[in-house]
């Protein structure tokens, strides 16, 4: 038997076992994975076919999704803006200019707002930190992110340590941060 003969031997040969087997848990892997709108990667479909009472090894999933360019879906993580720098008020100049060291305590104060998710809505957080001693010495919570929340830690710093003359206070400059005169706030 030449070449050819053996290519057509092999051409009409039944499909394995394996082979059949492969294309089941193919249709099963697409099926799973678009139950659930393309966001199962192997892990989870692994734990499905399980669920379901298939005997399927992971490694055997993981394969035959490579093979076929089956992928979970993958979505870009929020990222909430708390910092708005372009809101055309003055800002005050940046004295640190990144060179964030200080020498004792109460000389420079760094602000930031971050958020947590909850239940019930977004809850922001205010916090003033230290920059020598790199603690918290002021925070306040709210649910809001208006300009009571950075003055409230703020305030709660400031009558917690009782600086002296020449703290900088540094923020991002965004707009919650942009006092029209610490001096209207009690604070000089």
Not at 61 to 82: D, G, N, P, Q, Y
Not at 144 to 158: D, K, S
Not at 165 to 187: E, T, V
Request: glycine share 6%.
């Amino acid at each position: 038997m030449g070449v050819l003969g053996r290519y057509y031997a092999w051409r009409r040969r039944p499909e394995s076992p394996r082979a059949v087997a492969n294309r089941a848990l193919l249709a099963d892997i697409r099926r799973i994975h678009e139950q659930h709108r393309d966001r199962y990667g192997a892990p989870r479909i692994y734990a499905a076919l399980r669920a379901e009472g298939r005997s399927v090894g992971r490694g055997r999933i993981e394969r035959l999704m490579r093979r076929h360019r089956i992928r979970a879906a993958t979505h870009r993580r929020f990222r909430m803006v708390t910092t708005d720098s372009n809101h055309g008020q003055p800002v005050a100049d940046n004295l640190l200019d990144q060179t964030f060291i200080a020498t004792r305590p109460n000389e420079i104060w760094l602000a930031d707002i971050s958020y947590i998710p909850t239940d019930e809505g977004w809850l922001y957080l205010a916090v003033v930190l230290d920059l020598f001693a790199r603690k918290v010495v002021g925070w306040a919570m709210r649910d809001h992110l208006r300009q009571e929340l950075a003055i409230a830690a703020l305030t709660m710093a400031i009558q917690r340590q009782r600086p002296g003359r020449g703290l900088i206070h540094h923020s991002d400059r965004g707009s919650q941060s942009r006092f029209k005169r610490l001096s209207q706030h009690g604070f000089c």
